[in-house]
């Protein structure tokens, strides 16, 4: 039976992040990851870190989302020096759009919001636009310049955050399915994968969508997580096209991303709840198409260069579940849903502070297993 002080179970960014967390305070670790390394959302997602770009709620959520996103740049500067890795992080801002008059005053009334909390919202009138991003479609009638939200390339910050694993020793296992977890006397002490065992002081599950079936005989009931599906396309683009910041439209994100192959700019997402299904549909490949041209004219004339669809880690009541659990040994660390990049920097203080001290950091307690029966935070 192979040892190791703490199992991670899910090598998604999630995975990856506390493992190299936990190895780099001296734990040893074993990462299994079901298929390979940080392919699935983690790989799908168009790396905003929006933590102004939905909120309009007081509440804890909102209160982690911007205590994360301020972390962010320090986390980047310690994950570049490490591995020499340049993941794109970019801290200049994001713009949200609005298309006609009524557009107009709900974004303002949800900036006005924003801006008492983070202080950082500045309006951009329709001439002002014209100037920065002359490619937008005429109907974009003004603009709304989220100075806080940052952004990174996702996959770039993964093969990074792998890469850090394996210099602090990580044993990262691919092509490791993790079977359902037991416990003994009141403590998950074990984990099979892959036709091995092993024998761990703490085990994290991390493993995004797939988190539930892991727990179905441990908690009760445990976390309820299930994948919400994101269709996604990049064009391949001039550099007239790319804006200096991702830019936030109806319903639809467009993300620049520099890559060896050229200028990208990301078109998202689809929000869709049909199972353990990443296949492209007609209907979703239309709907992104549609809302590109309604926003960016000359994409039309565009190569495409990717499409793909990714499963986020959908919580039935919105909020992630972090930190310890009932059960000694196990920790949960799911339910991002579409935050998770965002998440990253507090996820990994959490889980790093729930497996060396079995406790969780004020700004993320109201995520706990149990708040739901003890009535606090959301009903599950
Ligand atoms: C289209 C799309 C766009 C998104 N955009 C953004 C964005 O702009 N900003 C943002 O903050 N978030 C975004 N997200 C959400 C974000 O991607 C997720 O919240 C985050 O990646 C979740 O990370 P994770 O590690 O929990 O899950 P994942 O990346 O899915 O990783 C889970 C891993 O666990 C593995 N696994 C599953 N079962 C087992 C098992 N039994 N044993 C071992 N391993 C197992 C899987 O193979 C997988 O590699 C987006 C998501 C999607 C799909």
């Known amino acids: 039976m192979a040892k190791a002080d703490v199992v991670v179970i899910g090598g998604g960014c999630m995975g990856l992040g506390l ?3 936990l190895a780099g305070r001296g734990r040893k670790v074993a990462l299994l990851e079901a298929g390979g390394a940080a392919r699935e959302a983690s790989w799908a997602a168009a790396g905003m870190i929006g933590a102004q770009s939905e909120a309009m709620e007081d509440d804890a959520y909102f209160a982690a989302t911007v205590v ?12 570049a020096a490490d591995t020499g890795a340049d993941f794109g992080f970019h801290p200049e801002g994001g713009l949200h759009l609005a298309f006609g008059a009524a557009y107009e005053s709900r974004l303002e009334a949800k900036y006005l919001w924003q801006k008492t909390r983070s202080g950082r919202v500045e309006r951009l009138e329709k001439e002002d636009l014209r100037r920065r991003f002359p490619f937008l479609h005429p109907r974009v009638s003004a603009g709304y310049l989220a100075h806080g939200d940052y952004w990174v390339d996702n996959r770039a910050l993964c093969r990074a955050l792998e890469a850090s694993c394996r210099t602090l020793g990580v044993e990262i296992r691919e092509g490791c399915p993790a079977e359902p977890l037991e416990a003994e006397g009141g403590r998950v002490g074990r984990v099979r994968a892959g036709g091995a065992e092993w024998e761990a002081g703490d085990v994290v599950v991390a493993a995004g969508a797939w988190s539930t079936p892991l727990l179905k005989g441990l908690l009760q ?12 396309l990049s064009f391949d683009v001039p550099e007239s096209l790319l804006p200096s910041v991702p830019l936030h439209g109806e319903n639809l994100y467009f993300v620049p991303r520099r890559t060896e192959e050229g200028p990208k ?22 709907y992104l198409l549609q809302g590109s041209f309604e ?12 499409f793909w669809a990714g499963l986020r880690p959908g919580a039935s009541d919105g909020w992630p579940t972090l930190g310890p659990t009932p059960l000694k040994g196990l920790h949960l660390c799911c339910g ?12 990994v203080d959490s889980l790093v502070q729930s497996v060396l001290e079995g406790s969780l950091p004020e700004a993320t307690r109201p995520f706990a297993y149990g708040r739901h029966l003890e009535g606090e935070g959301r009903g599950l």
């Not at 994360?68 to 994950?79: E, I, M, T």
């Not at 997402?269 to 979703?284: Q, S």
């Not at 991002?336 to 996820?347: A, D, Q, V």
Request: proline letters at 10%; one cysteine or more; a positive charge.
């Open 295 to 306: 926003t960016i004219p000359d994409l039309r004339s565009c190569a495409i260069g990717e």
């Open 265 to 286: 700019l990301l078109v998202g997402a689809t929000v869709e709840n049909t199972g353990f299904d990443k296949r492209l549909t007609g209907e979703g490949v239309e």
């Open 68 to 79: 994360s996103r301020d972390l962010w740049p320090d986390y980047a500067r310690g994950l």
């Open 19 to 21: 493992a190299r967390g």
């Open 336 to 347: 991002h849903y579409r935050r998770g990049i965002l998440f990253l920097p507090l996820t």
């Open 221 to 232: 009931p445990p976390p309820q997580v299930s994948p919400v599906k994101g269709q996604m």
